[in-house]
């Protein structure tokens, strides 16, 4: 069984008057299997902020299912949605959404404490993630005091550290610099390697090209599809430049 | 015609925030021009009294043209704040300094007469509602006019338009200083997490419970005057440092509970509260002692003018009385015969007559050597606890007064001590020392006036030779004779009291020596007149204050609300429920709002014991009033108070949403 299955997910946005109507996804279908590492691409505009939004339950479909380990998400009730993304799935945004009330530590236990763990619990849990991300030595300092490439692996483990399904990462390579992107992308096939499943969403080809199987959106359907196979990062840039070429000069599929 | 439209679109747009600030605008234009007018007008002359009247409400004036000041200044600074982003997006987008000025010049002006015209008609028809409820206050029967005063028009705005023309300059400036990019983070920087002011704190604690201790262990109304400054200050500076510092420690001590710390009922609660009492520790603490003050100053004047018919039965425990310090058996006859014709003729009797010699000086008591110290002048001892009002009484006339056969021996004394347990058995006063034959438990006099106010004691003693003999050792000047004293009330028809009591007093004062006389209803008015004015005030204070306070935490929560929008979105994107984030808002949002209100009730119970000693200086000795109009105030106003957290709070969530 798949892990997550978006099966003819269409969304379309009314204005707020009613007027025009804007067709963010018009069909969209796709699974992901468990320890998967999947990036998914598109120009701006391509409805993939939609599709990550939906996927993260954090907006609704207009039509089709998204079925997470075969639960469908439309008959999960309001009340238990928080709890249930919680449970589920991890986040990692491009802007790092870190509180910056909190330091380091406090930011990556506060889905753990928001779930009602005790303390030493998470503290339990926190250890082994923060060795794996490197930013032990950072645990007590605030999101202010720290670089943008340390904030975002605080993010990853704050995803990391309820063990989630799925951890769904939207543009994570965003606003770091090239050598904070790199050692981003090193961990994120690190923790796919050890088994933690990774949908991602992207338009930069670096970051697409660490991934296993790479989709392309375009006017908001999946236009492609793209494997790893034994390729490495290089071929698998080149292979992907060379789709985005054949996709922006309007080639028909 | 494109900067005014602009500077009208702005306006309407930034509505939530606007709308409140013309809210403050029209109401302090309105309450300066009702007070401006009413102290202005002429009628008021025709009173008896109006002096006093009329400086209090000069005073109001003042102070609400100052607080008016302050107030606006305080307010337009947080819409600056709330526009700073705006400003920066104007100058980015191809704006200059020049072209901004003048937008923001004609948003001063647009805003500045809409509050302006609001204001003054607004303020015209509530002074005439205003008038009418002050001369019911003062119990002054004739229809007056009230007009519109044109100096006060004029006053009011030439007062205004100088307040507006500051802000703007204040706004131009901070615009003039900033670069665009900065006005367009608008200070969004990551903040540190403040310190632990451990020092602080701990002066605070100490300061207010230094405070506290004095306030109540005053005992003596006199000396409650100055300590309950003291007190005062003390409070004051405690509540500042505890707001500021104390907080903080108390909310750091509980993160470093863990087990506390991380639920999520808490976890949010208190990290985001350190930043919370971090920004606005001061604020709240204005608000604190506002509400403190407020609540005091009506619960006081209301009181007070509610007791007025009791505080004049205690400063004039009869209907007459007269002071003669011509003692000669002559004098006293001729003041004698006065009373007597006077009443007879308008067919009024004489009851409760108290009428006896006496020496009456200012002493310390000192318990130790058992020993009276007598002063020489006037309330130098008065902060002293030991400070009694010593009375002393020739036993003839004690006899005479109150129908006894008392003998007493050479050095003998009767004791009337009704403030203090007497046990020895003998008295001492300076050099002078008496035996005490018998202590007497009646009471002797009248209950006199300064008995509320100071302890005093009595002492029925052989004859008048030593009275006298202390009096020229001991007695200041104009005050070293015996005196004579007649207190009595009269019985019968009130119009004809009056006329005896009138007609009495002008025949004493012509035809007797050294005498002086009043009675209750003569002063009636003034009482009035004084009292109803400072309800007046303390009202008109009191509810300028108060609608300070709510404006002030609105904007306070208003302007958070934007500041947490963005930290509240990210917890429900890492899960946290609709259900929670309300519940975290509300927790802190109702923490913010009735800390200061908690302190400040705090506050006004530890003040109430040295207040009604206050109230007792003004003769109001009546307790249970005045606790009953500090209830009523304090409910009042938590109830206003709550009113603006629940539309606050409406409001908060809308934006945080």
Not at chain 1, 137 to 153: D, M, T, W
Not at chain 2, 105 to 120: F, Q
Not at chain 2, 199 to 219: N, R, S
Request: hydrophobic letters at 45%.
């Amino acid at each position: 069984m798949s892990l997550l299955d978006v099966k003819n997910v269409k969304k379309i946005y009314t204005t707020r008057f009613g007027g025009s109507q804007v067709q963010a996804l018009r069909d969209v279908t796709f699974s992901v299997e468990p320890r998967e590492y999947v990036a998914i691409m598109g120009e701006s505009g391509s409805g993939k902020t939609t599709l990550l939004n939906i996927l993260a339950s954090l907006d609704k479909p207009t039509g089709g299912k998204v079925y997470l380990k075969g639960r469908d998400l439309s008959t999960i009730r309001d009340r238990e949605m928080a709890a249930f993304r919680r449970q589920n799935l991890g986040f990692v945004f491009q802007d790092f959404n870190l509180l910056d009330t909190f330091s380091l530590e406090d930011n990556i236990y506060l889905p753990l404490v928001l779930a009602g763990k005790k303390h030493e619990e998470m503290s339990k849990k926190l250890m082994p993630i923060a060795e794996t991300l490197g930013i032990t030595a950072l645990l007590k300092k605030f999101p202010y005091e720290v670089s943008g490439g340390q904030k975002q692996r605080t993010a990853v483990a704050r995803a990391l550290i309820t063990s989630p399904q799925l951890i769904l990462a939207d543009e994570p390579t965003g606003a770091l610099d090239s050598r904070a992107s790199d050692d981003l992308l090193e961990l994120f096939t690190k923790i796919n390697q050890e088994g933690q499943t990774i949908l991602m969403v992207t338009h930069s080809v670096k970051a697409a090209s660490h991934a296993k199987r790479v989709l392309f959106i375009k006017d908001g359907e999946v236009f492609h599809q793209l494997y790893r196979g034994n390729m490495t990062n290089e071929e698998m840039y080149q292979r992907i430049a060379e789709t985005l070429t054949v996709l922006s000069t309007g080639g028909d599929r | 015609m494109f900067y005014p439209k602009l500077a009208l679109t702005n306006i309407k747009k930034n509505g939530k925030t606007y709308i409140p600030y013309l809210l403050t605008c029209v109401l302090t234009v309105m309450m300066f021009y009702v007070m401006n007018a009413i102290s202005r007008n002429t009628g008021l002359d025709q009173m008896e009294g109006a002096e006093a009247l009329k400086a209090i409400l000069t005073w109001t004036v003042v102070i609400t043209g100052i607080f008016s000041a302050v107030f606006l200044f305080y307010t337009n600074s947080f819409l600056v704040k709330q526009r700073k982003k705006e400003f920066g997006l104007y100058q980015v987008l191809g704006m200059d300094k020049g072209n901004l000025a003048k937008m923001m010049t004609w948003e001063t002006m647009i805003t500045s007469a809409m509050s302006l015209c609001v204001g003054l008609i607004l303020g015209t028809l509530l002074g005439k509602l205003m008038f009418l409820i002050l001369l019911k206050i003062l119990h002054f029967e004739v229809p007056m006019k009230f007009a519109v005063e044109p100096k006060a028009l004029a006053a009011t705005v030439i007062l205004f338009l100088a307040i507006f023309f500051v802000t703007l300059l204040f706004n131009l400036l901070q615009v003039q200083t900033a670069n665009p990019v900065e006005l367009l983070h608008g200070g969004h920087q990551g903040e540190k997490e403040p310190k632990t002011k451990w020092f602080l704190a701990l002066v605070g604690a100490v300061t207010l419970g230094i405070g506290y201790y004095i306030a109540q262990t005053t005992e003596s109304p006199i000396a409650a005057i100055g300590k309950f400054f003291i007190a005062v200050i003390l409070v004051i500076i405690g509540t500042y440092c505890l707001f500021t510092a104390g907080s903080i420690a108390i909310l750091k001590g509980l993160k470093k509970n863990k087990k506390f710390y991380y639920q999520s009922r808490h976890f949010t609660s208190v990290s985001g509260m350190i930043y919370r009492m971090k920004q606005n520790a001061v604020g709240l603490a204005n608000i604190c002692i506002m509400s403190t003050v407020v609540l005091v100053l009506i619960s006081v004047t209301v009181s007070l003018y509610a007791g007025m018919e009791d505080a004049m039965e205690t400063r004039f425990p009869t209907d007459f009385s007269v002071i003669s310090y011509d003692t000669s058996p002559a004098n006293i006859e001729k003041e004698n015969q006065i009373v007597e014709e006077e009443s007879k003729k308008a067919g009024v009797q004489i009851e409760n007559r108290s009428n006896y010699r006496s020496g009456v000086f200012t002493a310390t008591y000192q318990e130790k050597e058992n020993r009276f110290l007598l002063e020489k002048g006037v309330g130098s001892a008065y902060e002293n606890e030991g400070f009694r009002s010593l009375e002393l009484i020739p036993l003839s006339d004690y006899n005479k007064m109150k129908q006894k056969n008392e003998t007493l021996e050479e050095n003998q004394a009767l004791v009337y001590a009704p403030d203090d347990e007497w046990n020895s058995d003998t008295i001492q006063i300076e050099e002078f020392s008496f035996h005490v034959k018998k202590v007497i438990k009646e009471e002797i006099l009248p209950n006199d006036e300064i008995g509320n106010i100071v302890k005093s004691i009595l002492l029925v003693v052989p004859d008048e030779q030593t009275i006298i003999e202390m009096k020229k050792l001991y007695g200041y000047e104009g005050a070293d004779r015996l005196s004579y004293g007649d207190h009595f009330d009269l019985a019968g028809d009130e119009k004809a009291k009056e006329a005896a009591m009138a007609a009495m007093k002008q025949r004493i004062t012509e035809e007797t020596a050294e005498s002086s006389s009043e009675y209750k209803s003569e002063y009636r008015e003034a009482f009035y007149m004084l009292y109803g004015g400072l309800l007046f005030l303390g009202i008109f204070v009191g509810a300028l204050f108060l609608m300070a306070t709510v404006l002030i935490i609105y904007y306070k929560q208003i302007s958070e609300g934007y500041d947490d929008r963005n930290r509240y979105q990210i917890m429900q994107k890492v899960g946290m429920s609709k259900k929670e984030v309300r519940r975290s808002i509300k927790s802190q949002i109702l923490m913010v709002f009735f800390l200061p209100l908690m302190v400040a009730i705090l506050h006004v119970a530890f003040a109430f014991k040295t207040v009604t000693k206050l109230l007792a200086v003004l003769n109001l000795t009546n307790v249970h009033l005045f606790f009953l109009c500090t209830v009523g105030t304090v409910l009042v106003f938590a109830v206003f108070y709550a009113g603006v957290f629940w539309i606050t709070s409406k409001e908060y969530y809308r934006i945080v949403q």
